[in-house]
């Protein structure tokens, strides 16, 4: 025989009591703040894609044998020369560097930029869904403790 608890069940927020509102409520702050901080982070690398396509743009034939500064760390440059405009060596994650053709690497760095766009788009969505969720908690929220003051002013009164 299966069971049932497997599957979560779903409660009305209605149903819930002022604690258990703002527990909720809680959760979904945090939560807000973790999609938050990762749509931030998709976005710096999304810029960061965005600013390697530039670079391979510059590696030009007419800029061979020019001297130009080559990053070692990020606040850590070298002076350096261009000997070979075709090819450049591309940033595969986790350490590995590939030596691709300029068209290889803007092809790479489109699809990174590309495939950021897609995941972003879907963070947006799910980080709206999560806000009105909120706002109906919140309206929720709000109604219940009316509802206790009014009725501790009928008490009173």
């Known amino acids: 025989m299966a069971s049932s608890s ?14 258990q509102l703002a527990d909720v ?13 990762s749509y931030a982070q998709l976005r710096q690398a999304q810029a960061k894609f965005r600013a390697c396509i530039e670079n391979v ?6 800029n061979k044998d020019k001297t130009i500064l080559v990053p070692l760390t990020n606040s850590l440059y070298v002076p ?4 070979d ?5 591309v940033d595969v994650g986790t350490g590995y560097f590939v ?6 690497a803007l092809k790479h760095y489109e699809s ?13 969505e799910t980080i709206q869904k999560k806000q009105d969720n909120m706002n109906y908690l919140i309206s929720v929220l709000q109604a219940k403790l009316q509802q206790q003051a009014g ?7």
């Open 6 to 19: 497997s599957a979560p069940q779903q409660i009305a927020v209605t149903d819930l009591d002022v604690p």
């Open 57 to 62: 743009g510059q590696v030009k034939s007419e």
């Open 112 to 124: 990174k930029v590309e495939y950021i766009r897609t995941n972003v788009e879907a963070l947006q």
């Open 25 to 37: 409520r809680r959760q979904l702050e945090e939560e807000l703040t973790h999609l938050s901080n």
């Open 85 to 89: 405009t075709e090819h450049v060596i």
């Open 80 to 83: 350096g020369k261009l000997h």
């Open 151 to 157: 009725g501790k002013e009928a008490k009173a009164g």
């Open 99 to 104: 030596k691709k053709t300029r068209a290889q």
